[in-house]
Nanobody
Framework: QVQLVESGGGLVQAGGSLRLSCLASGRTFSSYPMGWFRQAPGKERDFVAHIKWSGGSTYYADSVKGRFTISRDNAKNTVYLQMNSLKPEDTAVYYC?????????????????WGQGTQVTVSS
């Protein structure tokens, strides 16, 4: 069982930066691929980025590529999402998630554990 707790959300002006953190419980955190998703009001939950267990393999949605960076520190049981050059359209609740396998990690259905989410609001 894995429990996930996100933090680091907030209100920021367009062009600013935020770093989200996701702290995981469980001794096997390092073996789980991890992902970040986001959900804006009235919209579906969308894929943002994922990272394999070793941290060497990452993948990003086109909408955030070049602006967001996902990373992980397995010693701290934490995965991060560094968000730069934020835009108003990045406003959403951001969720981290853990998967027990690394198949098709762009789908929300591939993930077994979810955090409660953290709000990110970007003002224009």
């Amino acid at each position: 069982q894995v429990q996930l707790v996100e933090s680091g959300g907030g209100l920021v002006q367009a062009g600013g930066s935020l770093r989200l953190s996701c702290l995981a419980s469980g001794r096997t955190f390092s073996s789980y691929p991890m992902g970040w998703f986001r959900q804006a009001p009235g919209k579906e939950r969308d894929f943002v980025a994922h990272i394999k267990w070793s941290g060497g393999s990452t993948y990003y949605a086109d909408s955030v590529k070049g602006r967001f960076t996902i990373s992980r520190d397995n010693a701290k049981n934490t995965v991060y999402l560094q968000m730069n050059s934020l835009k108003p359209e990045d406003t959403a609740v951001y969720y981290c998630a853990a998967a027990r396998s690394d198949y098709d990690l762009r789908r929300s259905g591939a993930y077994d554990y979810w955090g409660q989410g953290t709000q990110v609001t970007v003002s224009s």
